[in-house]
């Protein structure tokens, strides 16, 4: 074969090889046909570059003050700095798939036609490094097609300046909204978060005068993990079934968390402080795990049945007030300095196992039964368990860890009700826990039931927020990207012809 058909061969295959990876190396398809448009050395302000621009484009704001204005492109709008590119005036999208990020929205005056400082009725919108100043409300979302959603990212959002009745952001009649590492605080108002059908609210503060998160019927696929909430009322509301609320931090001079006629939640790793009840947990088979509450309510107040209520430190007027509960078990909790009762059962509650608690210095008693149906231990075929009480830890003659004597559960009835099983030592290390000391306990059950040992408890990571970067708009992060992925396809290709051209050497 002569060197002519060599070198023919060599380019045909480097021509097959950039045919088959240019699919890979190719920019994002909203940059395709995209252009960069500068405000304002392009266009005056805002809205005129949006009247010009066209889907994908990307346009890069320069320091200034401009007029609110509505997006019914698929573009990026980006600031050059969340302090200097100030937007006096409400935003209002339209279009699906539109970014918005490193401004200051302004919105001074709250009207009907101008409720909040930014409203999206589309798909897909995104926020990221925004900054919100709202007379009335921060954020509304949502459309009577439900297909609303929004994506809050890093921002701040200071809500209801003027107007009693705010929320830092609502959503109405939506898909989805995402709230990450961001602080919500609400001057005047109820809610610092409404939601819709899909919630998820990560590692941000929420500050308000009324309730910190309040979650609808009709939402099912919720996540509230990694926040802290300051709230006057009501810590987080929830009325749907089957989310995940943990690893929060919650103050609250109502409730810290109130669940109203639910199934199937997971709580689990929160702190909560307050002047009222800690968990109101009314529904059926929720879990309620490894909490730390101080309460100068109940700890937790019980509702429903099937609930498990496992793990947890409590500290309150009453550890657990069981109003109307039936079939629950109640395990391994550590129950600590209760202004009156330890655990309290009513009359209304019957069929609860309660079991492997600790009942340290509480006060008047430490627990109550006044229906008589429930029972204080645990027995089975491998395992005989009751609870410990700190007043009731001898004789114990043979040393099986097990008080010889029963302890007597307080009723107003006329029968006896038994722990039949108290044991002589704690289950969980005793710490002294105050409403002001600081959780400093963490412990595993010495002993478990199969019941506990096959419920899956969800495990929490303790995540922290990254550290706060400068962004620089000079070329947005669209165009880096872009840029990154030329550069890499200039040097394979570059490889591939110097591949080709050694083989074709080598064999000349």
């Known amino acids: 074969m002569n060197n002519s058909s060599r070198v023919k061969r060599a380019i045909f295959a480097l021509i097959t090889i950039c045919a088959l990876i240019s699919p890979f190396l190719a920019p994002p398809a909203v940059l395709a046909g995209g252009k960069r448009i500068v405000v304002p050395t392009d266009y005056p302000d805002i809205q005129t570059a949006l009247d010009h621009a066209n889907d994908g484009d990307v346009i890069a704001v320069l320091s200034g003050t401009y007029s609110g204005f509505e997006v019914k492109k698929s573009v990026a709008i980006i600031g050059e700095n969340d ?9 209002r999208v339209y279009a699906n798939d539109v970014k918005i990020s490193t401004m200051h929205i302004v919105l001074q005056d709250y ?7 930014l409203w999206t009725q589309a798909n897909n919108t995104v926020l990221v490094g925004v900054n919100i100043e709202s007379a009335g409300n921060g954020i509304l979302i949502g459309n009577a097609s439900f297909r609303a959603s929004i994506s809050v990212e890093r921002s701040r959002i200071l809500a209801g300046l003027n107007y009693d009745h705010s929320s830092g952001v609502t959503a109405y009649l939506c898909s989805s909204l995402s709230v990450y590492y961001s602080n919500i605080t609400l001057i005047k108002g109820n809610l610092g978060i409404n939601s819709c059908k899909q919630l998820q609210i990560m590692h941000s503060t929420i500050v308000t005068p009324g309730t910190g998160i309040s979650i609808s019927m ?17 810590g987080i509301h929830v009325g749907a079934s089957g989310g995940v609320f943990s690893s929060n931090v919650i103050a609250s001079n109502g409730t810290g968390i109130y669940m109203e006629r639910v199934r199937g939640n997971t709580i689990a790793n929160n702190t909560i402080h307050g002047s009222g009840i800690g968990i109101q947990a009314n529904g059926d088979n929720n879990l309620i795990v490894g909490n730390y509450i101080t309460s100068g309510g109940p700890a937790i107040e019980l509702r429903g049945s099937g609930n498990v209520i496992t793990n947890n430190t409590l500290a309150g007027s009453r550890g657990i007030n069981g109003l109307v509960a039936y079939g629950n078990i109640i395990a391994f909790n550590f129950i600590n300095q209760t202004g009156s009762i330890g655990i309290y059962l009513s009359k209304q509650s019957t069929d609860n196992v309660v079991f492997g608690n600790t009942f340290w210095l509480c006060y008047n008693y430490n627990a109550a039964d006044e229906s008589g149906k429930n029972q204080w231990y645990v027995e089975n075929e491998t395992l005989k368990m009751g609870n410990y009480w700190y007043d009731h830890i001898e004789p114990d003659k043979d040393n099986d860890g097990i008080v010889d004597v029963p302890y007597v559960i307080a009723t107003t009835l006329d029968v006896q009700i038994l722990d039949k099983y108290p044991l002589t030592k704690p289950v969980h290390p005793i710490t002294y826990v105050t409403t002001t000391t600081a959780y400093t306990t963490s412990y595993t059950p010495t002993q478990t039931t199969s019941f506990i040992t096959t419920t899956q408890i969800p495990t929490t990571t303790q995540l922290t927020t990254p550290e706060t970067t400068t962004q620089e708009t000079s070329i947005p992060v669209e165009e880096g990207s872009s840029l990154v992925m030329i550069s890499v396809a200039v040097v394979i290709l570059l490889l591939i012809l110097g591949v080709a051209v050694f083989l074709v050497r080598k064999r000349s």
């Open 111 to 117: 009207t009907e036609k101008n409720p909040a400082a």
């Open 218 to 234: 009709f939402a099912d696929q919720v996540e509230i993990s990694g926040n802290t909430i300051r709230a006057s009322d009501t």
């Open 83 to 91: 302090e200097t590119v100030v937007v006096k005036g409400p935003i």
